[in-house]
């Protein structure tokens, strides 16, 4: 078992979504980074898409209750393992009783704690990803207790360390496709789109993230229509919305731009004052 | 099967197929009936399909290599003679409570209007609306068949917290709130029926294409519905279109 002593700013277990359950309004939720879960799980042999902690710009303070092997990804938060310095992407065996705490920010906004096999927390709707009104709870409490199976044996050092590449956390463009009412813009404005510089606001969570900048907006309304994760909306004032993995699951703003699968990614890992640009996919 | 479709690619793995730009039930029910042809046809792995009014997102498995191979196979499917029926349609007995304490805005819905509340509930009660799809929040009916008379804009500043079961009219739509939510539409009574539940595999009971008819209700009866709707064995009435 995972004690929980302090929950950090925001955590909350994730898997890959609930995708079979848009036509019932719900969510897809799941990690905001797959990458980054994905390799976490990687490192341990785990499936991909199995159940993770997900800690969004403070980690979290826990103690394990039994020996586990662990991996952590995504952001560094300069991780501590009883309070001496541990790596990020990488297998690290720990002991029944050692607590896992977290430092400043270094790199990133979310990092993924995965254990060998996986968060044996509950599935609803076929995932195990918390989302308000779905699951109970909805994120991570102080005094939670999160269960994981016991892992007896010492580390294998072949699992010890796999290469990757954390550039993407810092990267500033952001991969996109035409969106459905792209070409209701002006030449000008599909121009300005693809060339100016955009910074994430404050207003940015899993469900969206709203852009600074204002862009002049000509487009009616759309009869509501699906949306993903990953979509551009353009409001009625010019704002610029990213929607992200809790979204809705249909709106009715003008869909400009829609983000490829890894420019989610790196998204999700800024956060409030970062820029970037938008660029069609090669 | 007689509408011009646009097909566009989405994402690497999804496309959007949009019909003319507007809301009626021939566009749903043709919506409806090319999404079950394109679920029974077996030929793709579909990770995820969604409609709206007159819009279908398909998502795939696998990434699109080939986008207008993709389309060409879609348009085959949605030409084919082969009629799918999805499923049974029913129209769904909603029993609703539109005293006062419940229709907080009934009485500024009256004024606006110039309707008694007796007309208003006689009006809202009378249609059988169409679901058209479920979405804006888990459970939530997009609903059309609105009686004109009713149409009435949505509130300036929405209300943070409107009540679980609350039925609300907003612009030309009416709609039942299945959570606890903020939101800016008239609410003109309650229902005690649950509109999402995550414990059942089909969480929630309404499908597109179904009808609703909300039947009136009194207090009492309210709350002895809900009783029965706490200890789920509520029965909600419903029968079989074209039965």
């Known amino acids: 078992m995972l004690r929980v002593l302090n929950a950090g700013f925001y955590s909350s277990i994730q898997d890959f979504g609930r995708p079979n359950f848009q036509e019932f309004g719900v969510p897809i939720s799941g990690v905001m980074d797959r990458k980054a879960a994905a390799f976490a799980n990687a490192l341990l042999g785990n499936k991909a898409n199995k159940a993770v902690l997900e800690m969004t710009m403070l980690g979290a303070k826990l103690q394990f209750e039994k020996a586990t092997l662990i991996a952590i990804a995504g952001a560094d938060m300069l991780p501590k393992l009883n309070d001496a310095p541990i790596s990020i992407n990488k297998a690290i065996f720990v002991n029944a009783g050692d607590v896992l705490s977290f430092g400043k920010l270094k790199q990133g906004f979310r990092t993924y704690l995965a254990v060998m096999g996986e968060f044996k927390t509950t599935s609803v709707l076929g995932s195990k990803s918390m989302f308000l009104g779905i699951t109970d709870p909805c994120c991570i409490k102080k005094g939670d207790v999160l269960t994981y199976n016991s892992v007896s044996f010492s580390p294998n050092p072949s699992l010890a360390s796999i290469k990757y590449n954390n550039d993407y956390l810092n990267q500033k463009i952001i991969n996109v496709f035409k969106g459905p009412e792209f070409y209701l813009l002006s030449q000008q404005q599909k121009r300005q789109l693809l060339s100016q510089q955009f910074t994430v606001s404050k207003n940015n969570n899993r469900m969206a993230y709203q852009l600074v900048e204002i862009f002049e907006n000509t487009i009616e309304p759309i009869i509501t229509s699906p949306v993903l994760p990953g979509t551009v909306q353009l409001t009625p004032s010019g704002e610029l919305i990213v929607l992200m993995r809790d979204c809705q699951t249909t709106g009715g703003y003008p869909r400009v731009l829609q983000l490829t699968g890894n420019a989610i990614n790196i998204l999700s890992q800024k956060f409030t004052g970062a820029t970037f640009y938008f660029k069609f996919k090669a | ?243």
Request: hydrophobic share 40%; charged share 20%; proline share 5%.
């Open chain 2, 1 to 243: 099967m007689s509408y011009t479709l646009t097909y566009k690619q989405f994402n690497e793995c999804a496309v959007l197929i949009e019909w003319p730009k507007l809301i009626n039930e021939d566009i749903l029910n043709d919506v409806l009936q090319f999404k079950a042809k394109i679920k029974a046809s077996e030929m793709f792995e579909i990770v995820l399909i969604k409609h709206a009014y007159q819009s279908l997102l398909i998502q795939f498995k696998n990434n699109i290599l080939n986008v207008e191979s993709l389309i060409t196979a879609l348009k085959s499917i949605y030409q084919s003679e082969a009629e799918v029926m999805p499923f049974q349609n029913k129209i769904w007995k909603i029993p609703v409570c539109y005293d006062p304490c419940f229709g907080i805005d009934l009485k500024h819905v009256a004024i606006e209007k110039d309707l008694s509340v007796d007309e208003i509930i006689k009006k809202h009660s009378l249609v059988t609306y169409k679901v058209y799809f479920i979405g804006f929040l888990p459970g939530f009916l997009y609903l059309g068949g609105l009686d004109e008379a009713l149409e009435i804009p949505r509130k300036g500043t929405p209300r943070l917290q409107i009540e679980k079961g609350s039925v609300a009219i907003g612009g030309n739509q009416t709609g039942i709130y299945p959570s606890n939510s903020p939101g800016g539409w008239n609410i003109i009574g309650q229902t005690p029926i649950n509109f999402f539940n995550v414990n059942k595999s089909e969480p929630c009971f309404a499908r597109a294409g179904d009808g609703i008819k909300f039947i009136p209700v009194s207090k009492k009866e309210f709350l002895d519905i809900k009783t029965l709707v706490e200890h789920d064995v509520y029965f909600i009435e419903s029968e079989v279109i074209g039965a």
